[in-house]
């Protein structure tokens, strides 16, 4: 089986996927030449001026938000696919209808709709996630993204070499062992499904929910 850094079978990985893809924003090259906080505070800053909002509201609607947007989500989608079979199915075929079965609300801040995909690992693939243009990420699955997901290091050198990288994380796979990279946009965004830790047999889908990480939903860890 050939590496994951040499296959071509998905335009959606990050190998391919050049820098074209949209991030919703309609900011056209400003996107890339301004951090990202500087874009969202101008934004903030029109909507307010038009009267749309108010700072007040903006941060009332993101404590709400953030209030919601945990690991812990990921991880009861990660348990219960452990456990329904028929679930894991409904889950890697629709996403998005998977998560709202399990009422776990809109799948962004502003309930934008993006395309949740998630990926299954198996014996033979490891998958991750990355944004190479900035930092797409299902917020409200896996909560606020850690800092190194964001920075250029890690959106740079996890599409070059990820079978290292995640050996950095302290993520050690065999040689045989496929590493799959997806790249993540504001149209489609990227779950990590763990494979179920093994000797966990007897454990209920709360016990289970509990043995599931963050890095694991991001494929920088095994679970
Ligand atoms: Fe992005």
């Known amino acids: 089986m050939s590496r994951a850094d040499d296959r071509d079978h998905d335009h959606d990985r990050a190998s391919e996927h050049g820098h074209d893809h949209a991030h919703g924003d309609g900011g056209g090259a400003g996107h890339v030449d301004l951090p990202i906080a500087a874009r969202v505070r101008r934004l903030e800053e029109r909507a307010i001026a038009a009267g749309l909002t108010s700072d007040a509201e903006l941060d009332a609607f993101l404590t709400r938000f953030l209030e919601r947007a945990t690991p812990v989500n990921g991880a009861r989608l990660a348990a219960r696919a452990w456990t329904d079979p028929a679930f894991l199915e409904r889950l890697l075929a629709d996403g998005n209808a998977a998560v709202a079965e399990l009422g ?56 070059r070499e990820p079978r290292a990288v995640l050996a950095e994380f302290g993520l050690a796979l065999p040689d045989e062992v496929e590493i799959a990279v997806w790249d993540s946009s504001s149209e489609a965004r990227y779950m990590v499904l763990p494979r179920r830790p093994e000797n966990a047999a007897d454990l209920c889908e709360e016990a289970l929910t509990r043995r599931v990480t963050r890095e694991g939903l991001i494929g920088t860890a095994s679970i």
């Open 104 to 159: 776990l609300g809109p799948a962004d801040p502003a309930g934008q709709s993006y395309r949740l995909m998630v990926v299954e690992n198996t014996a033979t693939v490891h998958n991750v996630i990355v944004c190479t243009l900035c930092s797409c990420y299902p917020l409200s699955l896996l909560g606020p993204s850690p800092s190194w997901y964001k920075s250029h290091a890690y959106r740079a050198r996890v599409v």
